[in-house]
């Protein structure tokens, strides 16, 4: 049995419990205090674990007597003196009512094949099921799920090195970090190939660090990272309040922030944000940009969503600051639907710190990897082979030399002609093109629908510029 095959029984065990009424977010936050015991087990470390209250003591307990017990263990781990247990189980409660059901889950764990689990790894087998509940529309854990295909695909032309502290500060279950740790554990087979001893005690306790505001996320990020053998910095707490001011001199930030405004529309507390705005992703950017040493080589790759590319007033300003203080150097326009937060459109910006204040962004080079393509969800996922063509772009040595239509440059004067907007580089779509050039009747319902929709939106856009000058004339 493959780890695919243990997340799948893992995930249908959820079944028990429908009629507890637990959902999803919950069953997947249960199931990680009872894997922590067995993975502990399993990985013959149970020592961190006080006497009494490890795997084996769950099992031997039935009925009523389990669920008291199994209460009463998740109580004490969580004022345990070792942090380690204290961080996985803080304020831990259990949404389990019925005690056969408990106890049905526990059997039903210890039973699955672990001697496979561990060949594979159980780090992976833990990621796979945060991944199943990401892709669950009903967990509504999306919204923190960043796809695996793009996380690599940023890390891999962000090239984080032995040696660089590298930070997400919006860190939900620490995939990014997660995936360049272990983006440099096959470079340096598991950092034995070329690493002093100091070196990889530096990876595994100080290279890979990042702060989560949600404290559920915050404890899956903490059981990821364990079962990766990563014990960096992980804060759980708010990155854009007073709590995230330690979050600076960076060598690589790879994060993706959550969506929306502050609650209320509330500014943020820190005091060393330039910019005072509610929105979260314009904030963030601030953070990001700041935390950057000032080497002239650290860098960040950031997913943000279109409208911080143009919107107004302190946006505009935000952004001019970004391309003064950093190298804006490659935007990605994405596709929509890759999210599990439907209809959220978005980029990924690529920037290097500069050295001075100044004049650091010259040229922008855009990649439209959004329009005319198909669309992406659940049945059609988006792979490593739709990024080639702009991979081998980001890398090219004379970028000018690429010939691809999606791949085009933006000096920094007609940037700033358009009031420093970036919202860039969008090809023509097929679908609005003249009416000897429509779609090709054979081709997908889906995409046809998927071209459908840019026309929708495109014409909402008009109708809302429409609007706009009809209020202003009344004014």
Same mark, same amino acid.
């Given at each position: 049995m493959n780890n695919q095959e243990i997340v799948q029984k893992l995930w249908n065990l959820c079944n028990v419990l429908r009629d507890d009424g637990i959902t999803y977010q919950q069953y997947v936050?249960?199931?990680?205090? +009872? +894997?922590?015991?067995?993975?502990?087990?399993?990985?013959?470390? @149970?020592?961190?674990?006080?006497?009494?209250?490890?795997?084996?003591?769950?099992?031997?307990?039935?009925? /009523?007597?389990?669920?008291?017990?199994?209460?009463?263990?998740?109580?004490?781990?969580?004022?345990?003196?070792?942090?380690?247990?204290?961080?996985?189980y803080s304020d831990a409660s259990t949404s389990i009512g019925e005690p056969k059901n408990l106890e049905k889950i526990i059997k039903?764990?210890?039973?699955?094949?672990?001697?496979? !689990?561990?060949?594979e790894g159980l780090g992976n087998l833990y990621e796979g099921l945060l991944e199943k509940n990401a892709s669950e529309k009903k967990s509504g854990a999306?919204?923190?799920?960043?796809?695996?295909?793009?996380? &690599?695909?940023?890390?891999?032309?962000? &090239?984080?090195k032995i040696g660089e502290r590298c930070a997400d500060p919006a860190a939900g279950t620490f995939g990014f970090m997660i995936a360049a740790d272990q983006y440099l554990k096959k470079k340096t087979d598991n950092y034995f190939d070329g690493v002093s001893p100091e070196q990889a005690e530096f990876q595994k306790k100080e290279a890979f660090t990042g702060m989560e505001l949600v404290k559920d996320t915050h404890r899956l990020a903490l059981m990821n990272a364990l079962l990766h053998n990563m014990e960096g910095r992980l804060e759980q707490?708010?990155? /854009?309040?007073?709590?995230?001011?330690?979050?600076?001199?960076?060598?690589?930030? +790879?994060?993706?922030?959550?969506?929306?405004?502050?609650?209320?529309?509330?500014?943020?507390?820190?005091?060393?944000?330039?910019?005072?705005?509610?929105?979260?992703?314009?904030?963030?950017?601030?953070?990001?940009?700041?935390?950057?040493?000032?080497? *002239?080589? !650290?860098?960040?790759?950031?997913?943000?969503?279109?409208?911080? +590319?143009?919107?107004?007033?302190?946006g505009e300003q935000i952004r001019h600051d970004l391309m003064n203080k950093c190298?804006?150097?490659?935007?990605?326009?994405?596709?929509?639907?890759?999210?599990?937060a439907q209809g959220v459109k978005t980029n990924v910006l690529?920037?290097?710190?500069?050295?001075?204040d100044q004049d650091n962004t010259k040229n922008v080079w855009v990649y439209d990897l959004r329009t005319n393509m198909s669309s992406f969800g659940k049945r059609n996922q988006l792979t490593m !082979?739709?990024? @080639?063509?702009f991979m081998k772009a980001y890398i090219a040595e004379d970028r000018s030399e690429v010939e691809d239509e999606r791949w085009n440059?933006?000096?920094?004067? @007609?940037?700033?002609?358009?009031?420093?907007?970036?919202?860039? *580089?969008?090809? !023509? &779509?097929?679908?609005?093109?003249?009416?000897?050039?429509?779609?090709?009747p054979i081709e997908s319902a889906e995409a046809a629908i998927a071209k459908l929709q840019q026309a929708m939106d495109l014409l909402n856009e008009v109708v809302e510029e429409l609007r706009a000058v009809e209020v202003s004339e009344d004014e």
């Open positions: 936050t249960e199931l990680t205090y +009872l +894997l922590f015991l067995k993975m502990m087990k399993e990985q013959e470390t @149970e020592d961190v674990i006080p006497e009494g209250y490890r795997w084996n003591d769950l099992l031997e307990r039935e009925g /009523l007597e389990l669920k008291t017990f199994y209460q009463r263990l998740l109580l004490d781990l969580g004022g345990s003196e070792n942090n380690q247990l204290s961080l996985i039903s764990i210890d039973a699955l094949d672990w001697y496979n !689990a561990k060949e999306g919204q923190y799920f960043t796809p695996r295909v793009l996380i &690599d695909v940023m890390i891999q032309l962000i &090239d984080p707490g708010d990155s /854009l309040s007073s709590q995230g001011k330690w979050m600076k001199n960076f060598d690589v930030i +790879l994060t993706n922030p959550p969506f929306g405004t502050k609650k209320g529309g509330e500014r943020v507390s820190r005091d060393d944000l330039t910019y005072e705005t509610s929105n979260k992703q314009l904030n963030f950017l601030q953070l990001i940009y700041k935390a950057l040493k000032e080497n *002239g080589q !650290a860098r960040a790759a950031v997913v943000l969503p279109d409208n911080v +590319l143009f919107e107004s007033g302190i190298n804006l150097h490659t935007i990605l326009r994405l596709p929509p639907g890759i999210f599990y690529f920037f290097t710190k500069g050295t001075i !082979a739709h990024f @080639e063509n440059k933006f000096t920094r004067e @007609e940037i700033a002609k358009k009031g420093d907007s970036l919202d860039i *580089g969008l090809i !023509a &779509d097929e679908s609005l093109s003249s009416y000897e050039n429509l779609p090709d």
